[in-house]
């Protein structure tokens, strides 16, 4: 995890999925439960397109958005504690810390303690530069699950979600950037980087077209 959240021993619950289940369903409006559902299936399909563990796309799918609606006084004071290096867009819009968030109520609350998970979580609102094939697959079944529509360009990032997990990380950075452009958004810089470094790897990959 780049904002070191410990990894230490693990107490594995083996009912851990329900409780977890239970918890957002007392905590999570149902609309956000069906989304989660959504992302856990979509990760679990991608681990397996691209040869990853799909246990833990599923756990980090189904964490993901364990802060989603916490309060923005909460997340601060959560990732202040935690001794997280802050943005001075993370100050102005404290919602975009749930994905570090969440990942101390993982691992603080249903004792997960994997590195990979707690990383995925963390990485799935804004990515990552170089994050993990784990963090991709689930950064892009939180964009592209199927509730969150069925344009073309959506339905093209899905099947190139499933081709190529670079690519498809720089096409979704670009898809959000857009609509952050669009709405008068502050932009997070992590967006930016992730989408240059991803770009830059398949530069390297592929030089002459570029
Ligand atoms: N790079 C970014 N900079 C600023 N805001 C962002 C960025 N990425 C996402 N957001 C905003 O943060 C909020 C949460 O993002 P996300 O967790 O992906 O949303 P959701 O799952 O609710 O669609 C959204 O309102 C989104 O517009």
Request: aromatic share 6%.
């Amino acid at each position: 995890m780049s904002q070191s959240l410990n990894p230490l021993a693990p107490p594995t619950h083996p009912d851990q999925r329900e409780i977890i289940l239970n918890w957002l369903k007392a905590n999570v409006p149902d609309t956000r439960v069906r989304h989660i559902l959504r992302v856990e299936e979509m990760a679990i399909e991608l681990a397996n397109c691209h040869g990853l563990d799909a246990g833990k796309a599923a756990k980090a799918g189904l964490m993901h958005d364990l802060a989603k609606f916490f309060k923005p006084l909460r997340l601060l004071q959560m990732a202040q504690k935690e001794g997280l290096t802050l943005d001075s867009v993370d100050i102005a819009n404290p919602h975009l810390l749930h994905a570090e968030v969440g990942a101390i109520v993982a691992r603080d609350q249903f004792g997960v303690f994997d590195p990979d998970i707690l990383q995925a979580i963390c990485d799935h609102t804004l990515g990552s530069p170089g994050m993990s094939a784990l963090s991709c697959v689930v950064y892009l079944a939180d964009g592209l699950e199927p509730g969150r529509g069925d344009t073309p360009e959506l339905e093209e990032l899905r099947h190139l979600s499933r081709q190529d997990l670079d690519q498809a990380i720089w096409r979704l950075a670009d898809y959000s950037l857009r609509h952050l452009l669009d709405a008068r958004h502050l932009i997070h810089p992590r967006t930016v980087l992730t989408r240059n470094w991803f770009l830059q790897k398949g530069f390297k990959r592929s030089p002459r077209k570029h």
